[in-house]
């Protein structure tokens, strides 16, 4: 296994769909609905990383994440609603690693976590490359940076997870319904033309000519690729 995560989220929904995509990754996953559970566990489990929810009952996750930097250095992963400053530096403040604001995509959630695990040192096993290059392009998925031609691009958090899917697999075609279900998850209100409104604005940021085919291709009637050019991604 890579690393013994816990998560503590009270959606079920959520907590299934982090379950599931930590687990593709090779993680042991354990899943708690409340602060309590979750101070228990992690004093209990000794887990690598936490993924803790912000709005929990019994105990809420800025108190959990609080009480547990004064006993341990485990890296935590906040996720939350709210999206001011200042709730935001708050959690920051009482010792969380990094967060993640709602709605958020799940590739996202499973390239912080990986990052983050990098970083404490916790990672067991053959770790996916951190800098994807495809061609001109290269994608830092520690810093959630892209450059083509060495020149910077800035991407959303979905352009940036459509572009990393793509980009983990270069030359192959993934369908619209492939795309829905790597980036935006089990969200089942996400529309294919959804996906195509992503695609048209990550052309028009990648290429010079966005009107010619480039690093990122559109199959007709399958779906999208990015070029690899020379048949590889190199790390």
Do not use: W
Request: charge should be neutral; hydrophobic fraction near 45%; glycine fraction near 8%.
């Amino acid at each position: 296994m890579s690393a013994r995560i816990l998560v503590a989220e009270d959606d079920e929904k959520q907590a299934r769909l982090i379950r599931i995509y930590l687990e593709r990754e090779g993680n042991a996953v354990q899943v708690v609905a409340d602060g309590r559970a979750a101070l228990e566990r992690a004093r209990s489990a000794k887990p690598d990383l936490i993924v803790l929810d912000v709005m929990l009952p019994l105990v809420d996750g800025l108190d959990v994440c609080r009480i547990l930097r004064t006993e341990s250095d485990v890296p935590i992963l906040l996720l939350t609603a709210r999206t001011t400053e200042e709730d935001m530096l708050l959690g920051l403040d009482l010792g969380a690693d990094d967060y993640l604001t709602k709605p958020y995509s799940p590739r996202e959630l499973t390239a912080r976590v990986r990052a983050l695990l990098r970083r404490s040192g916790k990672a067991g096993g053959a770790a996916e490359p951190a800098v994807l290059r495809v061609g001109a392009v290269e994608l830092d998925t520690a810093r959630f940076e892209v450059r083509v031609e060495g020149r910077p691009v800035a991407l959303t958090a979905k352009e940036f997870s459509i572009l990393e899917a793509l980009a983990r697999e270069p030359g192959r075609v993934f369908t619209r319904a492939q795309i829905i279900e790597r980036v935006f998850g089990f969200d089942r209100d996400v529309q294919e033309r959804t996906v195509d409104a992503h695609v048209m604005n990550l052309r028009r940021k990648l290429e010079a000519d966005p009107g010619r085919a480039g690093h990122l291709e559109t199959v007709y009637g399958r779906g999208y690729r990015l070029a690899d050019g020379s048949g590889s991604a190199l790390s």
